[in-house]
């Protein structure tokens, strides 16, 4: 018998603190739509720069309903890193275009923000995951993603392409990758 699950579109978000050398802490929001003109930009060539997780993403997942192992933890989804590339977000991305932190990537710390509740669900569960990448040299940060592993390589489960986020030595970035997880609703 097959069974039909309803669910809603999961959403998730990125926020970013520039952390400055001195100390002083930029709050820049969603990385969604940093600035008026680039999101005119990003309508008029249809580009979507608020990324997606990927199939690499979804494939590790699936991996991790089916086999019980160290390898296949859906908690691993817990390393940031950034680049400079700008080549727009894709389904099928299995890195970033121009790493650009530093060799191995930052920790992130992985919670459950909120719980699902309500008749249908209506509540979404939210999972959270929060690493700041220390920058050594000047830099256009313009891509993030979410990996499966510290070292280069692992699983890239979202890709975010943005308008430049300019660092100098001793900067960071702060980012919060929020994932919102619906039930099936009604």
């Known amino acids: 018998m097959l069974v039909e699950a309803k669910t809603r579109s999961r959403k998730a978000q990125l926020n970013a603190v ?3 050398a001195d100390g002083t802490r930029e709050d820049l929001g969603n990385m969604k739509y940093r600035q008026p003109w680039f999101r005119r930009f990003c309508d008029w060539i249809h580009f ?3 990324g997606l997780i990927t199939d690499a993403g979804l494939n590790f997942l699936a991996v991790a309903f089916t086999v019980d192992g160290a390898g296949t933890d859906i908690f691993n989804f817990k390393f940031h890193d950034s680049g400079t590339g700008s080549t727009a ?3 099928t991305d299995t890195a970033l275009v121009t790493q650009a932190g530093p060799a191995t990537r930052a920790t992130g710390t992985n919670t459950q923000t909120q719980s699902a509740s309500g008749t249908g669900s ?3 569960a939210i999972v959270q995951s929060v690493g700041t990448i220390a920058y050594t040299s000047s830099l256009a940060i313009t891509e993030w993603g979410l990996f499966s592993q510290a070292a ?3 699983t890239l489960w ?3 392409v943005f308008a430049a986020i300019n660092v100098v030595s ?6 919060t990758y ?3 997880l619906p039930g099936g609703g009604t």
């Open 158 to 160: 979202d890709r975010r």
């Open 170 to 175: 001793g900067d960071s970035i702060q980012f």
């Open 48 to 50: 979507d720069e608020r």
């Open 89 to 91: 977000a894709a389904q």
């Open 178 to 180: 929020s994932l919102s």
């Open 122 to 124: 209506t509540t979404p």
């Open 18 to 20: 520039l952390i400055h």
């Open 152 to 154: 280069q390589g692992g």
